[in-house]
Each structure stands twice: as C-alpha cells, then as structure tokens.
C-alpha cells in the first residue's frame, strides 16, 4: 500500500512538473504581430532612397529603426501570390496560385494550422483584413483550415473605404466604418481577449486603391478635395499609408507594458505601388503586376521580441520564408519546409541563408520567372524572351545585358542561375 502511495505522488509530482515546464514555454512564447501593407513599395516609404515624396508614418519608422530593416526581400508581383506563399511557405507553381485572384486548395496547411499541430495548440491565431487567397469562392470560411479567427475583406480590394463588405463567419455584412480603422479595432478586441501566445496575421487593404480621403486626424496631407480622375493621386496615396501608421500606432498603444515588449512585430509589403504613384527611379512599367524590382523588392522591418540585431541586413529573403521564420519564432523546431528558410537566426547574429531568391508570374497573357544571386537576376519569359541585370551596377534595371555580348563572368553567372532555376522548379 505504502509503494502505491509512493508511486501516485511520484507520478503527481512529473505531472506537475511537466504542466509547470509547459507553463513556463508558453508563457515565455512572444505575441507575434504580422502586418501587410497592400500595394506599397520602398518608394512609398522612409528608410529608402526610392522616391522624394515620402508619408508621414512615425510608427512604422519606429519599428524599422528599433529593430531590422531587411532590403533584399522579394515578394511576388500581386498580392493573391504574395499572400499564399507566405502562408504555406511554397513557391506558387506548387499551389498554382501565381496572380491575383487564384485559389489556394483547401488541402494546403497554412501557416497557422502548422504552428498548432507542432507544439501542442500553444498559440492563439487571428486573421485579420485582406484574406484574397479563395478567389472568389465565398463557400469557403477562411477558418476550415485551422484559424482561430478571421474577420475582413474576402477579396482584394473595396469600391469604397467607409462602405464595403465585412466578412465574418461565412456571412458577408456591410460595413461604414473606415476600413484601417475597423481592421485595427478588430484587431485590438481580439488580442485583448487571449490568455495565452497569439499570432496576429493584419493584412491591412491600405494604400490598394481606390484613392480616397481618410479621416482628417490620421493624416498630415491637408485640406484634399473628394478625388476625381484627372487629379494626381500621390497626396490620397500617401493620406492612406499615413492613415495605416495611425492605426498601427493606435494597436501598439493598446497593448499593456508587458505584452509589448513581448510581441514580435513583422511590417512588410506584398508588392509594389500601381504604376500611376509610382515614384523615380522605378519605371511605371517596372513596379505592381512586374517582376522587376518595384514589383517584387519590398519593404521588412522586424523588431521587437527577441531581435537582438539593428539596422540594415542585405540576405536574400523570400516571402517564402516568413512561413518557417515565423514557426521556428512560435516554438518549432524547424529551420526549414517546402521552399521556405527561418531567417529566425538572423534576429541576433549576422550570417548567410540564402544564396539565391526567387519569384514569379503566371496569368492569361504572361507568364515568367526570376532569380538573383543577390549580382546578377535573371528573368525568363515562357515566350523564350530572356533579360539580365547587374543589380550591383544598374539596381534599377536600365540595361539589360543580354543585349550586348556579355563578359566570361556573366556568362558563368547566367549558367549557375540557370542551374538554379531548374533545380527550382523541377
């Protein structure tokens, strides 16, 4: 009887350990804070010498200069594209999902699913704002494939800011309340409400057209008359990425002292400006919808939580990679899936991850891929049509030089990216 004792306090004493030690990792897990801008590149931001009109935006400043600004990071050319690689870690030949308005299968694990299913459910998962990977197929609840939580824009882009369709739940609803506004309160609500780690995925739909006036106090661009045709669009262009720094100030404030400093925040664009505010020295043909770099080389600031490292760092990231990064942050031993590589380890030490990025395009009329040793990028049209740049020389791709007779160097340079290109995408 005595040994019987013996071996229940024993096995109550593991118990209690293992739910303390459990206890402990969650609790030291950090709050992770993903936020999209939609339809913004470098141009259209601080902290880069693209573009001589630049917003007033304070907050995102402040997480790019507390933290690290990532400048060779490569998106896909649309937001759809963008959006599916990131939460799936896959290149978009594998999901087919290559523009905007293509649909991810229902089969695919996302991002969310993954980090649940691979530490015991520890995080709470949100998705808020612009969703834009079912293509136009409302039957599907973005919740059927393992979020938490979601509330937003279905598809990708409103008419009109203050009067759009709010998706919840499988229901659409009609919304009058300012779109940047709304997904940041909505936001805000749900974080308030967890008791454990949470992933908050804000995709906010701002600066994505339509031009429009956002509420005076979130702006510094003046007295802006109701956009018409006709009219240049750089000041509501910018009126609305300053309306999103507003808000994203607004969430930060509403976190208490302790959450905060243990939240990692992410800030990223999903591909470049339309060509109509698109600002020197990107070319109106070389930006959104693109695979030059205005389409593709976006900005990524991360700061917070468990970023030991400021200022620049120029690895070659993919958007890929914010799959297994952020996995590996939430707890997963893991520093590789699919076509995705952590860049976890580059929070606190400085070193090599990538040798070559890549992206690509597949719609009705074009269909194209590229890829860079972080010198030289290749692009290669399915036509036949074949272009190459020295980014070192010509960041801005004026001179394709596969129009001269190229140098031994480019040449060996053209076969390894080549090589690279196949092992890719075979």
């Known amino acids: 009887m005595k040994k019987y004792i013996i071996l229940i306090a024993v096995a109550t004493f593991l118990i209690s350990c293992h739910n303390n030690q459990t206890k402990i990792e969650i609790e030291n897990s950090p709050n992770i804070l993903l936020i999209i801008a939609d339809d913004m590149g470098k141009d259209a931001l601080a902290g880069f010498t693209e573009g001589s009109v630049k917003p007033h935006t304070p907050n995102i400043d402040t997480i790019r200069k507390k933290g ?6 490569w998106t896909y050319p649309t937001c759809s594209p963008t959006r ?3 939460i799936t ?12 308005n293509q649909k991810l299968s229902e089969s695919e694990i996302l991002l969310q699913k993954y980090i649940n299913d691979n530490t015991n459910n520890s995080y709470a998962t949100a998705v808020v704002g612009k969703w834009h990977i079912s293509g136009y197929d409302a039957t599907i609840n973005p919740e059927t494939f393992g979020i938490d939580y979601y509330e937003g824009i279905f598809i990708g882009s409103v008419k009109n800011y203050y009067n759009w369709p709010l998706s919840k739940n499988g229901k659409q609803y009609n919304s009058r309340e300012y779109t940047t506004k709304k ?4 936001a805000s609500h749900w974080i308030q409400k967890q008791d454990k780690p949470w992933f908050m995925w804000l995709a906010y739909n701002a600066p994505h057209t339509p031009f429009h006036i956002p509420p005076d106090e979130m702006h510094k661009q003046g007295n ?35 959450e905060r400093e243990n939240t990692l925040i992410i800030f990223m664009g999903d591909n470049g400006n339309e060509p109509v505010v698109t600002q020197a020295p990107y070319a109106s043909n070389q930006v959104k919808r693109s695979l030059y770099q205005g389409g593709i080389n976006m900005p990524l600031f991360v700061s917070g939580k468990g970023v030991e490292r400021k200022g620049i ?14 996995a590996e942050i939430a707890g997963v031993e893991i520093d590789e899936i699919n076509d995705s590589k ?4 580059l929070l606190s030490e400085k070193k090599s991850i990538r040798k070559y990025q890549y992206s690509e395009m597949k719609n009705e009329k074009n269909d194209a891929w590229t890829i860079s040793d972080g010198t030289y990028k290749l692009l290669v049209f399915a036509n036949g049509k074949e272009e190459m740049y020295n980014l070192i020389n010509d960041p ?5 030089i596969l129009n001269s007779v190229i140098s031994t160097i480019e040449k060996k340079s053209k076969e390894e990216l080549e090589i690279e290109l196949s092992r890719i995408r075979n």
Request: cysteine-free.
């Open 313 to 326: 760092d120029n690895n070659l990231i993919t958007s890929t990679d914010i799959f297994a990064t952020i």
């Open 342 to 345: 952590s860049f976890k380890s």
């Open 68 to 73: 690290l600004n990532f400048t060779n990071f």
């Open 183 to 186: 997904f940041t309160d909505l």
């Open 396 to 400: 801005y791709e004026k001179n394709n």
């Open 84 to 86: 599916a690689s990131m």
């Open 89 to 100: 870690g896959k290149y978009g030949y594998r999901t087919d999902v290559r523009w905007a």
């Open 224 to 258: 802006l008359p109701p956009y018409k045709e006709g009219v240049d669009p750089t000041p509501y262009f910018m009126a609305s990425i300053e309306a999103m720094d507003h808000q994203v100030g607004q969430l930060l404030n509403s976190l208490s002292k302790e």
